[in-house]
């Protein structure tokens, strides 16, 4: 199927305002500034911003946001309907909706009759004319609105009528998009089918036309509004049909395969959240929707090219909300095309098909090959090629290595986790690694004083580079940071790179605990120098020998790799 005839969807982000409810998730406004910006970017059409006058963080957000409008995206602010027996003109909250300038605005209303009496402590009526008054009202002031109907499915298998009854209030009073909010995240995808089916068949989607965002003029215009569907009501047609959206929540691990089943019924909106954050289990994960609705399904969500930004775009967002990317999610994560038993490396080379449901490059994601003590040589192979390293398979370097590496692993080293080690291991292995320092010796002195809950720690290395010896001591709050220091404050007089180079994270491992303190310890250093990352390991019975090792070839590797750049440089010039 061709783009141009691929059945169009509309993709709406909801990661500022329901991914931040996810515990331990914080965002200052600059961060919500930068991930509307790279989702738009990335082609998202519908962004939700938050809701305005809920705090002042988002208030801003939608300010800012005027000032320096996006390219692309619709800013969407989200609100809930006016209270019960109020009047939606005079309602405090819409009026900090219409402040914050978006076109688009979507309101949640309930949809299921035991939130209306239980939460909302009204009658089922009420909630029906709250729905329509939210909406007359503010289409009245020309917004274009997104209903989202709360806790739908539930309402409708609790009450199928009167869930009906409050999508009909909201066609009747305006709305173009009707939202069917999977809440608790407890349907099942064949209970989402079932149910989108017969609301599409109720409000007569099907064949009706193009309600809703229409079409775009070119990549970087803004949605334009729908002639058939004036921001004014003047001239409108009476109850508009609209189109069919879907929101899911991962409660039930079912998010995606509750959207994908809900597009598949007929909706033609999907929301989710990058990374599926969200509140509980999360939201529907958007790095899983698209490429599965585009790649799969036959749907156009986002351009070609857009797509090849996907996985950076995940792990973008990643960084700027403080989280650790994972790194198994399907399409985005570093082990999604990751191969590590020797059969699989093997059929990997020969034709990716075998191991791999799409080429990584489609997502921007790339395959990796996995170095362990279940490796064969075509993993040893692949891996030499991925850095460069040509080996030969009919010489003994090549089995030698594989036999280092389990040897290794055998020991409790593990390369699969820190690959920059297994670099230095081939380069030793071929004969070729270079010596940038030779560290003679180090002590560590820790100062534990009684009733404090902080130490210092006193570390001292002798270190040779280029034949010349180097002492020097530095403090830390712990043994492994003022080793740390001591050796860059050593170095960095002949290597001024050093100084960029941060360690980013540092685990611990016991392999074998029924030892007790005598157990061996297992470290892992990654590094980083602000372009790049890499992962260094270190084994001893000792923990500090262990980070020594590891905290030494982290810096060796830094240094490797300012060298090839450098020789790359050169050559190029």
Known sequence: MTPNSSPQLWLYDTTLRDGTQRE???????????????????GIPFIEGGWPGANPKDVQFFWQLQEDPLKQAEIVAF?????????????PMLQDILAAGTRW????????DLHVTTGLKTTLEENLAMIR?????????????????????DGYKHNRDYALQTLEA????????????????????????QIVQDVVRVTGELGTGDWGLGARKDSSQSPIPNPHYPLSPEGAPPSPIPQIGIHTHNDSEMAVA???AAVMAGAKMVQGTINGYGERCGNANLCSLIPNLQLKAGYSCITEDQLTQLTEASRFVSEVVNLAPDEHAPFVGRSAFAHKGGIHVSAVERNPLTYEHIQPEQVGNRRRIVISEQSGLSNVLAKARSFGIELDQQKAEAREILQRLKDLESEGFQFEAAEASFVLLMHEALGGRQKFFEVKGFQVHCDLIEGKETSNALATVKVAVDGKNILEAAEGNGPVAALDAALRKALVNFYPQIATFDFTDYKVRILNGHTG????????????????????????????????????????????????AEAALKASS
């Not at 605005?105 to 299921?112: A, L, Q, Y």
């Open 24 to 42: 331990g998730l914080s965002v200052s406004i600059e961060d919500k500034l930068r991930i509307a910006r790279r989702l738009d970017q990335l």
């Open 79 to 91: 609100c809930s309907t006016r209270r019960p027996n109020s009047i939606a003109a005079t309602e």
């Open 105 to 112: 605005v979507t309101i949640f209303g309930k949809s299921w």
């Open 133 to 153: 008054d939210t909406i007359e009202y503010l289409r009245s002031q020309g917004r274009r609105i997104i209903y989202d109907a709360e806790h739908w499915f």
């Open 170 to 193: 909201a066609i009747a009073s305006g709305a173009e998009w009707l939202v069917l909010c999977d809440t608790n995240g407890g349907t099942l995808p064949h209970e989402i089918s």
């Open 258 to 260: 509750n959207a994908i």
């Open 517 to 564: 303190t005598a157990a061996k310890t297992r470290v892992l250093v990654e590094s980083g120098n602000g372009r790049q990352r890499w992962t260094t390991v270190g084994v001893s019975t000792n923990i500090l020998a262990a980070s020594y090792q590891a905290v030494v070839e982290g810096l060796e590797y830094g240094l490797l790799l300012h060298s090839q």
